[in-house]
């Protein structure tokens, strides 16, 4: 048998398939604009997520009383008392986020009493923006607090108020959070029942 005849056989053989039905072309889906557009909006944005939801954090005060603040020592003037809001209402805004990346150790209580970002020993994945974000709005909001406390108390070195105020913060981070030691090596904080 030829080549040619080979060929001719092998296509009258593959039309006599067609038209017998042996072979059915796939079916076909026709997709209108607007139908793609909504799949692919429907898709999983992380990174847009995060950034609203950075931005929809909106500090504000935490509930506390007369009697809280007047035990505490605080000065309760108009003025006084809502900047103490203010400032106590950024803290504790971040807590939750923040104790989560002091366990992950991606950022840690640094001796300066402010927190500083560890991304060499972070566990996990986070996103950058929204760490440098959580860790700067906290660390300005404790530089707002040592300032009123200098304010406060003149007579009193500034690092002298940091270390009294770092000394007892820690009391009240996270078991597991990552602290820094007098000698600038990072620990996980012990937490002894």
């Known amino acids: 048998m030829s080549v040619i005849a080979s060929r001719t056989a092998g296509f ?6 067609v038209l017998a039905g042996c072979i059915h072309p796939p079916p076909v889906l026709f997709l209108d604009r607007t139908t793609v557009l909504e799949e692919q909006a429907s898709g999983e944005l992380h990174a847009l997520e995060n950034e609203l939801r950075d ?4 500090p504000r005060g935490a509930e506390l009383t007369r009697a809280e603040l007047e035990e505490a020592g605080a000065d309760l003037s108009e003025s006084t008392l809502s900047t103490i809001v203010q400032i106590h209402g950024v803290l504790r ?8 990346l002091l366990v992950r150790r991606c950022v840690g209580e640094a001796l300066s009493g402010l927190l500083m970002e560890t991304p060499s020993t972070c ?15 906290v660390n300005r909001a404790r530089r707002q607090l040592w300032r ?5 108390r003149p007579g009193s070195s500034e690092e002298e108020l940091r270390g009294a105020w770092r000394r007892h913060h820690l009391e009240g981070v996270v078991c597991g959070g990552q602290v820094q030691r ?3 090596a990072w620990e ?3 937490c002894d029942d």
């Open 12 to 17: 009258l053989l593959g039309a006599t398939c």
């Open 55 to 58: 931005r929809a954090i909106v």
């Open 93 to 100: 805004s971040e807590a939750s986020y923040l104790d989560e």
């Open 123 to 137: 566990e996990g994945r986070v996103v950058a923006g929204r760490l440098s974000a959580a860790v700067q709005r």
């Open 148 to 152: 009123y406390l200098h304010d406060q």
């Open 182 to 184: 007098e000698d600038g």
């Open 188 to 190: 996980a904080k012990r």
